[in-house]
């Protein structure tokens, strides 16, 4: 039994310090990260396109030759190029969706929060208030789309590195805990 802890323990504290890892790198690197997974979104549709053609054109009748595949091969590979070509786009394009769903998830919480003022609770005011903060929120990334981009990736890193430290925390505290209750047994 004490060996299968200190194998999970010991992943525990490999999986702390990727995770402060690979915190660090998106912190660091926050534009290379945004890109590289446009980048692989790009790779991943060229792929695809390329076998819907492959797919297309090795059909040997014409006759029975689908529209529909070469159609979307060619979608596929167009936006692939776009995706290589124009990175910053494609984020600043999600971003903005994101941005526009935050807004309407603040509207529908502001007009919840007035729903809930009617049952005499203060809670209202408190849903009302991260309503308007998300729809802030959700106007910047629409106003902003690329620093949005940043922005995410910049608070995921920190995100990451705070939960491998919590994770170093936790695995230092429980061998110092039982290294104490190991010698207070022995006296």
């Known amino acids: 039994m004490e060996k299968f802890l200190n194998v999970v323990r010991s992943n525990n504290m490999v999986q702390a310090v990727l995770c402060i890892a690979f915190g660090l790198f998106l912190m660091i690197y926050p534009s290379i990260t945004v890109q590289g997974i446009i980048m692989l979104f790009g790779v991943a549709l060229a792929l695809m396109g390329a076998a819907g053609l492959l797919s297309y054109f090795r059909q ?13 091969a060619v ?5 692939a190029i776009i995706a290589f070509v124009f990175p910053k786009v494609i984020a600043g394009f999600f971003s903005v969706v994101l941005g526009v769903v935050l807004i309407l998830l603040a509207i529908v919480n502001v007009v919840r929060a007035f729903g809930l003022r009617a049952f005499g609770s203060s809670i209202w005011i408190a849903v009302l208030a991260a309503a308007v903060a998300v729809g802030i929120g959700g106007v910047l990334i629409v106003v ?13 890193g920190a995100t990451f590195v705070a939960n491998g430290a919590v994770d170093l925390f936790i695995e230092w505290y429980t061998r110092d805990s039982e290294k104490k209750v190991g010698t207070f047994m022995r006296r």
């Open 75 to 79: 979608f596929y590979v167009i936006i």
């Open 60 to 72: 040997r009748s014409v006759r029975y030759r689908d529209s529909g595949t070469l159609m979307a």
């Open 144 to 156: 902003n789309p690329w620093g949005a981009s940043m922005t995410f990736v910049l608070v995921l």
